[in-house]
């Protein structure tokens, strides 16, 4: 499951439209390669500008976001060829609007958790692009595989 983790200032994000929206083309980054949405959760954490420091100091002049993101769903030594990078671009296309066409500061860090230590209501995703994760992609859930 890929699981993005928004910390911003309290004063971006406020709108339930907007925050859908991102989670939406978020969210399409993976489907649009195949996989099953449920496999995408993004939480945005609002955090007074007065708590967030960088460099020591306060951000409260200008709105901060700081993407974590744990990603598990796909991984270069599964045959993606030069995937971080390819990744990477796209991420910056989803975010752009959202973010940097908005004049805020932003920073992000994209780990990639073995895919072994993962699990959905307690089962192990099927192997990507298998018959069993079409199953998981048409059916929306996640079901017994092995």
Known sequence: MPLWNI???????????????LAEDITKLYTNGGLPGFY???QFIPLPAENIFVAAE????????RLVVQH????????VDNFPTRFSENINNVLRPFIADRGYDWEITVSDTPREFWRFNGIAPPPW?????????????????V
């Not at 306060?58 to 976001?65: C, D, G, L, S, T």
């Not at 692009?129 to 595989?145: C, H, L, Y």
């Open 7 to 21: 910390y911003h200032t309290a004063d971006i994000f406020e709108s339930q439209k907007i925050r859908g929206q």
């Open 40 to 42: 995408v959760v993004v």
């Open 58 to 65: 306060a951000r409260n002049k200008k709105p901060f976001v």
């Open 72 to 79: 598990m769903a796909v991984h270069r030594h599964e045959g």
């Open 129 to 145: 692009r298998s018959e069993a994760e079409k199953i998981w992609v048409r059916d929306g859930v996640p079901t017994d595989w």
